[in-house]
T-cell receptor, first 117, second 115 residues
C-alpha cells in the first residue's frame, strides 16, 4: 500500500519569507498523481497544486511551487513571499492510477504552518 | 469552478436519531465521491468511496449499516448516520472528483455533535 510521510508536524515562517514543506511517499507504481492541499482554520480543504508523475517539469501556481524528485520519491512544497493568509494545515496527498479511476487520495498527517508578522 | 457544497454545515442531534448529510458538486459531474471523517488536529480518514448508481465501497472498520451512503446522481451523494451515538460526533467531509480528472475537490465539511 502507498504511504505518504510528512516529517514536519509544525513549521513557522516570517511574513514575506520563503518556506519549504517536506513530503515523501512510498509506491511501486509509475502512474500516479501528487497534490498539496491547504486546510485553514475554516477547515475547508483547498487544492494548492498538483503534479503528474509523468511530467518532469515541476508544477507552479503563483507563489506556490513544488520540487518533485521522482527517483527519491520526494514532493516538497515551496511557498514564496509568505502571507498571513498562508497560515494553515498543509496536507500532501498521493493518488494512483489514471484519471478515470476511482482510487482515493492517500494523505500524509499534515504540517501546521504558522506565519509570523 | 469546481465547487462542492455540503449541507448542513453544523448539526446537533440526540443519541439514537439519524442524521443525513448532503454533498453536491455544483458545477461539474462527479462519477466518484468520497466521504471522510476528521478528528481534531488529525488528517482525513477515508470512510467510503461511492460511484454513481452503485453501492459504496467502505473502508475497513467502517460500519456500512451505520453510515449509509447513497450516490443517486452525478451531482449528489448523501451520508446518513443512523442511530447516532456520542462517539459518532466528528467532522465529516465529502469530496468529489470531476469525471475524467485526477484532482478532488472538497466540501466545507459538516460538524456533527451527538448529545
Amino acid at each position: 500500500a502507498q504511504t505518504v510521510t510528512q516529517s514536519q508536524p509544525e513549521m513557522s515562517v516570517q511574513e514575506a519569507e520563503t518556506v519549504t514543506l517536506s513530503c515523501t511517499y512510498d509506491t511501486s507504481e509509475s502512474d500516479y498523481y501528487l497534490f498539496w492541499y491547504k486546510q485553514p482554520p475554516s477547515r475547508q480543504m483547498i487544492l494548492v497544486i498538483r503534479q503528474e508523475a509523468y511530467k518532469q517539469q515541476n508544477a507552479t501556481e503563483n507563489r506556490f511551487s513544488v520540487n518533485f524528485q521522482k527517483a527519491a520519491k520526494s514532493f516538497s512544497l515551496k511557498i514564496s513571499d509568505s502571507q498571513l493568509g498562508d497560515a494553515a494545515m498543509y496536507f500532501c496527498a498521493y493518488r494512483s492510477g489514471p484519471n478515470s479511476g476511482n482510487t482515493p487520495l492517500v494523505f500524509g498527517k499534515g504540517t501546521r504552518l504558522s506565519v509570523i508578522a | 469552478g469546481a465547487v462542492v457544497s455540503q449541507h448542513p454545515s453544523w448539526v446537533i442531534c440526540k443519541s439514537g436519531t439519524s442524521v443525513k448529510i448532503e454533498c453536491r458538486s455544483l458545477d461539474f459531474q462527479a462519477t466518484t465521491m468520497f466521504w471522510y471523517r476528521q478528528f481534531p488536529k488529525q488528517s482525513l480518514m477515508l470512510m467510503a468511496t461511492s460511484n454513481e448508481g452503485s453501492k459504496a465501497t467502505y473502508e475497513q472498520g467502517v460500519e456500512k449499516d451505520k453510515f449509509l451512503i447513497n450516490h443517486a446522481s452525478l451531482t449528489l451523494s448523501t451520508l446518513t448516520v443512523t442511530s447516532a451515538h456520542p462517539e459518532d460526533s466528528s467532522f465529516y467531509i465529502c469530496s468529489a472528483r470531476p469525471s475524467g480528472r485526477g484532482e478532488q475537490y472538497f466540501g466545507p465539511g459538516t460538524r456533527l455533535t451527538v448529545t
